[in-house]
């Protein structure tokens, strides 16, 4: 297949439950997702502000919506998308 591979989204979610844990766990389990990797980039008084990482072969991006609208998170913006046959690395910015 070559469909979506990777998702990297900005997530507003609440702070209190589901755990971030919980949220990694339930991503997991969507058909085509191979790994979730979820990083808390900061803490208010209500909310955390999370970069989500999804990788698989054939990621169902209404899946990953749905499952993220069900436990209380948000899409804040979609950072990086790769699609097709393979993961193409970004290289990294020169050092100015």
């Not at 609208?69 to 690395?89: F, L, N, R, W």
Request: proline share 5%.
């Amino acid at each position: 297949m070559s469909g979506l591979r990777r998702l990297v989204l900005d997530v507003l979610k609440p702070l209190k439950e589901p755990s971030i844990v919980d949220v990694a766990l339930e991503l997991s389990r969507i058909k085509g997702v191979d790994a979730v990797n979820i990083t808390v980039n900061e803490v208010d008084v209500e909310t955390l502000s999370l970069t989500v990482v999804i990788e698989g072969e054939d990621i169902d991006f209404e899946s990953v919506k749905r499952v993220l609208e069900e436990v209380g998170a948000a899409i804040h913006s979609i950072d990086q998308v790769v699609a097709g046959k393979k993961i193409i690395e970004v290289p990294p910015k020169p050092a100015e």
